[in-house]
C-alpha cells in the first residue's frame, strides 16, 4: 500500500533502499564487461579537477592568426585586470611588430627560438620586458612555440 505521506520527490529511506536492494537478482557480467567498467569508473576518478582550481583545454581555444604567420592562443583574459595569458606559435619567418609595455610582460620559449630585434632565445629562455619599455619586432627564422603572460593587447581591449 502507498505511503500517503511521502511524496514522489522524497528520498527513498534506508528500509526501503534495503528491501528493493534484496528483490532485484544481481545479473552476471562478463569479464570484458566487468573490466571495462572498471577502467571507465577508475578513469573518471583520475581526471577530478581538485577543488579552487581552474583547467583551460588549449585544444578547447582556438587559434586565430594575428598577423601573418603569427598565430595566438588566449588560454586566460582578465580585461579587468589587464592581464592575459596566451600561446604564440610563430612560424618560421612570422613577425611580431615592434611595441611598448603597459605592464610587465614575460615570455617564456616552449619551443624553437625567437629574435626580439638582435636578442636570440631559445627552448626554456624566459624574457621579461618591463612596463613602459619598448622592444623591437620579434621574429623567428625556425619557428617557435611561447607562453606570453602579458597586458591584453590594445587590438583585444574590447
Request: glycine fraction near 6%; charged fraction near 25%; aromatic fraction near 2%.
Amino acid at each position: 500500500m502507498p505511503n500517503p505521506t511521502r511524496k514522489p520527490s522524497d528520498p527513498l529511506d534506508e528500509a526501503m533502499v534495503r528491501s528493493l536492494a534484496e528483490a532485484i537478482a544481481p545479473k552476471a557480467i562478463s569479464e570484458q564487461q566487468r573490466s571495462a567498467m572498471r577502467e571507465r569508473v577508475l578513469a573518471s576518478t583520475l581526471d577530478t579537477q581538485p577543488s579552487d582550481t581552474e583547467t583551460v583545454r588549449a585544444e578547447e581555444v582556438p587559434w586565430h592568426e594575428q598577423w601573418p604567420g603569427v598565430w595566438v592562443r588566449v588560454l586566460k583574459r582578465d580585461v579587468a585586470a589587464d592581464l592575459q595569458i596566451a600561446l604564440i606559435r610563430v612560424e618560421p619567418g612570422g613577425r611580431v611588430p615592434g611595441h611598448t609595455h603597459r605592464k610587465d610582460e614575460e615570455c617564456l620559449v616552449l619551443e624553437g627560438e625567437i629574435l626580439i630585434g638582435t636578442h636570440r632565445l631559445g627552448a626554456g629562455d624566459l624574457h621579461i620586458a618591463r612596463a613602459g619599455g619598448h622592444h623591437p619586432e620579434v621574429s623567428s627564422p625556425c619557428g617557435a612555440l611561447v607562453m606570453l603572460r602579458a597586458e591584453v593587447p590594445d587590438y583585444q581591449a574590447a
